[in-house]
């Protein structure tokens, strides 16, 4: 069960045939579609992980363990069903892994390193300047290579790496929260810039956020500070907003369910807190979007990401946002995250 302290809100949403506003809104038609994602569930896993605050989880099949990334102490480590976990890289390069993603297929395991100067370790970059990407043997967690996201871009602007995405060739795209680009890194190692906005990719604080990759070929990608979703075409790299009657701000992870749903997770952003995962659906190809259902958060648990596990939508949270804003007297007091159902997927 779950306890009193994770108390949820989960507020269903109907999907309007028609929907219309007054002034300067947009009107979205929808077919009358079934959403399959519900949201709600008790499972509800604790991972006694000290005090190196997850960011970011993945579910390997083969193995039937989650992954879990450390923005303080910038290891990964591999989770047991019973909440035990084990490093399974350890690499002085990573200063703050933060989000990860795998390819089970070509055993690979990729890590976003960035430094926000809350690690324990750190770069000789310095605060918000480190972005590279470590490559490692899933399987085995040797290491294969730590690229330069850099590179491309000299100028020595601040850099916050945070999120990547697999297309179907293996490359892998990542978004900078603080540099208005998303990079890419083809499956030679060689990195360069994808996509470059300074126009609409800014804002204060944290810009581009979660991504996720879609089957007909484009990428889904959270701005943070805006509460909004964008679609990238591969072919032609392009930031179009998706159409929605709300914003979500501290739109943070993006899960892709299916080629028509998603669950993305939110948290806050200069005090206006969302704190929870929204399950949203398209009936366009993400031309337009609609919430279909919502599960909120009643405590500031701050969660960052999602996965899928066995038709269930995980969520993690590790109360990140202590040591992000360096509330010293609880960041060695915090001694686990938390894998928390939201929905399922019928």
């Known amino acids: 069960m779950i306890p009193s302290r994770c108390r949820k809100t989960i507020v269903s949403v109907v999907l309007l045939i028609v929907a219309t ?3 300067a809104c947009s009107t979205y038609s929808y077919d009358a579609v079934t959403p399959t994602v519900r949201m709600g569930g008790d499972h509800y896993q604790v991972i006694q992980t000290g005090s190196f605050y997850p960011e970011s ?10 992954i879990l990334s450390s923005v303080r102490y910038g290891g990964i480590y591999t989770v047991e069903e019973n909440g035990a976990y084990q490093q399974l890289v350890s690499d002085d390069r990573l200063i703050g892994s933060i989000g990860i993603q795998i390819n089970e297929q070509r055993d690979r395991l990729y890590v976003v390193n960035s430094d926000l100067g809350v690690s324990v370790r750190k770069s000789s970059a310095g605060t918000n300047r480190l972005a590279s990407l ?9 290491q294969i290579d730590m690229i330069n996201l850099g590179d491309p871009r000299p100028n020595g602007e601040p850099h916050f790496t945070n999120d990547p995405a697999l297309d179907d060739e293996g490359n892998v795209y990542i978004t900078d929260s603080l ?10 190692g060689n990195a360069s810039v994808f996509l ?3 126009d609409r990719l800014v804002g204060e604080g944290f810009s581009l956020n979660g991504i996720a990759y879609h089957p007909d070929g484009y990428f889904i990608v959270a701005k943070k500070n805006e509460g909004i979703l964008f679609k990238v075409p591969l072919a032609n790299p392009s930031l179009q907003k998706i159409e929605m009657q709300n914003t979500y701000l501290g739109a943070d992870g993006v899960v892709l369910v299916n080629e028509n749903e998603l669950v993305l997770i939110a948290n ?12 949203i659906m398209t009936n366009d190809g993400w031309k337009t979007a609609q919430a279909t259902g919502e599960y909120l958060f009643t405590d500031d648990e701050y969660p960052t990401t999602g996965v899928l596990k066995d038709g269930k939508v995980f969520i993690l949270h590790s109360r990140i946002n202590t040591l992000l804003g360096g509330k010293s007297e609880m960041i060695e007091h915090t001694e686990k995250a938390v894998l928390q159902q939201v929905g399922t997927v019928e």
Request: with cysteine; glycine share 12%.
């Open 196 to 198: 470059e906005d300074a």
């Open 134 to 142: 470590g490559i490692y043997e899933l399987s085995s967690g040797n």
């Open 57 to 66: 989880v993945k579910y390997n099949k083969r193995t039937g363990r989650h």
């Open 21 to 23: 506003c007054i002034g």
């Open 268 to 279: 806050r952003v200069a005090g206006k807190a969302t704190d929870g995962a929204i399950a």
């Open 179 to 188: 540099a208005p680009v998303i990079y890419k890194v083809d499956t030679q």
